[in-house]
């Protein structure tokens, strides 16, 4: 099977102000594919990946250049839907953020937004996105509870979950294992592995070993730069520049 | 990582050396056939037992260091060589403890076969694990070039070995076992040198990440 991508980054630059956070970046994001972002903080990877669903439209003096585009369309254009877009392209962040309100509503606030009303389609959103982020075993029948009863890595999956509802193509997900213990990780990994099937994920971690145990392709990131960008076990066994080899190895700086 | 650049210092001396204790009980197990020194396969099947007891410790050492450091890109090539080389080199050690028990059971039962093949096939061999454990030691495969003539020179010569030996049978068949282990010992020397292609595979993918077959694309290093 030929990969094909989902997002085609091309001279990709943004800047903060007079500050330039990204610098000629160039990556594509393969469909049904895992793609993680690594480099040392400030290397500019969450910038990149909020780039990829116009987070950074939110920050005061934010200034982009260069092409990315989803699917065929500039993401930039003016023509662009934002909220199409980020229904298509779904954010979780390193830290849990669920509604405060109940499990159920949680994962139905996206659909009604978006016009579905029937319980029975709701319902059946409901049980979907749960299943497919591995907590429907979990919560099934506490599905009125508040969502903030729930635990650190049980709270990430209702998010994932969440973000399931309104059926994204591509899931980013900036850190989202930072805040957990290694079995919510380890749940949350398996996720991104099941997930790949129906989805297409892009994920910033600063667990090397994480984005070599569930990612296809990676990128490393250095002050701004795509410094390198391939598929993971060629970046983990034999990586192409030596600053990737460094970072890897942890001899940097 | 400071740690880890030092363990896996310490691990290419503890290599090196076990490399090099490897080579000279190789060469010592010839020595002691062909001059019919019990002496000296002794002292080549005491040094077996250590080199057995290293290959366990560095074994143990690299598995250490893959669960303390989760090494990666260099540092996962160079210990995923070092468990391997020690295998292999253990291999070559035990070949050498058989070929000293050869010597030892040869010794009392003279033959009128001339062993210039069997020494020439060990010159050739220990080259080839010198040749191993320097590249090892100093990343450099640069000498590893010609490992397949090397190779290709240990298969000649073993069936030649076996072509005297089975002439040396038809005029002597008396001495038809002493004969037998003449062939033996060709085959563990042949097989030395093929545990000596495999280390040099390793060690080009340690030093370039590149998978080569020493019997097929070494030519084009």
């Given at each position: 099977?030929?990969?094909?991508?989902?997002?085609?980054?091309?001279?990709?630059?943004?800047?903060?102000?007079?500050?330039?956070?990204?610098?000629?970046?160039?990556?594509?994001?393969?469909?049904?594919?895992v793609t993680a972002l690594i480099g040392p903080s400030g290397c500019g990877k969450s910038t990149l990946i909020r780039c990829m669903n116009r987070m950074n439209d939110l920050v005061d003096g934010c200034r982009v250049e260069g092409r990315m585009s989803f699917n065929g369309q500039d993401i930039?254009?003016?023509?662009?839907?934002?909220?199409?877009?980020?229904?298509?392209?779904?954010?979780?962040?390193?830290?849990?953020?669920?509604?405060?309100?109940?499990?159920?509503?949680?994962?139905?606030y996206g659909p009604k937004i978006h016009g579905v009303t029937k319980p029975d389609e709701l319902d059946e959103i409901v049980e979907r996105s749960l299943r497919q982020a591995a907590l429907w075993d979990e919560v099934h029948d506490r599905l009125e509870h508040s969502a903030l009863s729930l635990s650190g890595g049980q709270q990430q999956r209702l998010c994932i979950a969440r973000t399931l509802s309104i059926n994204p193509e591509v899931i980013l997900m900036d850190e989202p294992t930072s805040a957990l213990d290694p079995i919510a990780t380890s749940k949350i990994e398996d996720l991104a592995?099941?997930?790949?099937?129906?989805?297409?994920?892009?994920?910033?971690?600063?667990?090397?070993?994480?984005?070599?145990?569930?990612?296809?392709?990676?990128?490393?990131?250095?002050?701004?730069?795509?410094?390198?960008?391939?598929?993971?076990?060629k970046v983990f066994s034999k990586p192409s520049d030596e600053l990737t080899e460094r970072y890897i190895t942890g001899r940097f700086g | 990582m400071k740690k880890?650049?030092?363990?896996?210092?310490?691990?290419?001396?503890?290599?090196?050396?076990?490399?090099?204790?490897?080579?000279?009980?190789l060469e010592k197990s010839v020595n002691?056939?062909?001059?019919?020194?019990?002496?000296?396969?002794?002292?080549?099947?005491?040094?077996?037992?250590?080199i057995a007891f290293l290959?366990?410790?560095?074994?143990?050492?690299?598995?250490?260091?893959?669960?303390?450091?989760?090494?990666?890109?260099?540092?996962?090539?160079?210990?995923?060589?070092?468990?391997?080389?020690?295998?292999?080199?253990e291999r070559i050690g035990k070949y050498s403890k058989n070929i000293a028990k050869a010597a030892i059971y040869l010794r009392d039962r003279p033959t009128t076969y001339r062993m210039i093949d069997v020494y020439s096939m060990c010159d050739v061999a220990v080259e080839m694990v010198r040749g191993v454990v320097s590249a090892f030691e100093n990343r450099n495969t640069d000498n590893l070039q010609n490992y397949i003539d090397m190779d290709d020179k240990?298969?000649?010569?073993?069936?030649?070995?076996?072509?005297?030996?089975?002439?040396?049978?038809?005029?002597?068949p008396t001495s038809i076992e002493a004969y037998t282990y003449y062939i033996s010992i060709a085959k563990y020397l042949e097989r030395v040198g093929d545990n000596a292609c495999k280390i040099a595979e390793k060690v080009i993918y340690m030093v370039s990440g590149k998978r080569i077959e020493i019997d097929g694309a070494v030519r084009g290093l």
């Amino acid at each position: 099977m030929i990969d094909t991508n989902v997002m085609d980054i091309d001279k990709f630059n943004l800047w903060y102000g007079e500050k330039q956070a990204l610098i000629e970046v160039s990556m594509n994001v393969r469909k049904n594919k895992v793609t993680a972002l690594i480099g040392p903080s400030g290397c500019g990877k969450s910038t990149l990946i909020r780039c990829m669903n116009r987070m950074n439209d939110l920050v005061d003096g934010c200034r982009v250049e260069g092409r990315m585009s989803f699917n065929g369309q500039d993401i930039y254009d003016k023509s662009t839907d934002v909220m199409l877009l980020r229904k298509k392209i779904g954010m979780i962040f390193q830290k849990p953020n669920p509604f405060p309100m109940s499990v159920r509503d949680n994962i139905t606030y996206g659909p009604k937004i978006h016009g579905v009303t029937k319980p029975d389609e709701l319902d059946e959103i409901v049980e979907r996105s749960l299943r497919q982020a591995a907590l429907w075993d979990e919560v099934h029948d506490r599905l009125e509870h508040s969502a903030l009863s729930l635990s650190g890595g049980q709270q990430q999956r209702l998010c994932i979950a969440r973000t399931l509802s309104i059926n994204p193509e591509v899931i980013l997900m900036d850190e989202p294992t930072s805040a957990l213990d290694p079995i919510a990780t380890s749940k949350i990994e398996d996720l991104a592995g099941e997930l790949q099937k129906d989805y297409t994920v892009v994920i910033v971690t600063h667990n090397m070993q994480q984005a070599a145990r569930i990612s296809d392709y990676t990128g490393f990131m250095y002050i701004g730069r795509m410094i390198e960008f391939d598929r993971t076990d060629k970046v983990f066994s034999k990586p192409s520049d030596e600053l990737t080899e460094r970072y890897i190895t942890g001899r940097f700086g | 990582m400071k740690k880890l650049s030092a363990d896996i210092k310490e691990m290419t001396n503890s290599i090196t050396e076990m490399g090099e204790l490897v080579a000279e009980v190789l060469e010592k197990s010839v020595n002691s056939l062909v001059n019919s020194d019990v002496g000296m396969a002794e002292e080549v099947i005491r040094k077996y037992d250590h080199i057995a007891f290293l290959e366990t410790l560095i074994e143990d050492e690299a598995l250490r260091i893959l669960i303390l450091y989760q090494p990666m890109a260099s540092d996962m090539r160079f210990t995923a060589t070092a468990l391997k080389m020690v295998t292999y080199l253990e291999r070559i050690g035990k070949y050498s403890k058989n070929i000293a028990k050869a010597a030892i059971y040869l010794r009392d039962r003279p033959t009128t076969y001339r062993m210039i093949d069997v020494y020439s096939m060990c010159d050739v061999a220990v080259e080839m694990v010198r040749g191993v454990v320097s590249a090892f030691e100093n990343r450099n495969t640069d000498n590893l070039q010609n490992y397949i003539d090397m190779d290709d020179k240990l298969d000649h010569y073993r069936v030649s070995v076996i072509e005297d030996n089975v002439k040396h049978m038809r005029i002597d068949p008396t001495s038809i076992e002493a004969y037998t282990y003449y062939i033996s010992i060709a085959k563990y020397l042949e097989r030395v040198g093929d545990n000596a292609c495999k280390i040099a595979e390793k060690v080009i993918y340690m030093v370039s990440g590149k998978r080569i077959e020493i019997d097929g694309a070494v030519r084009g290093l």
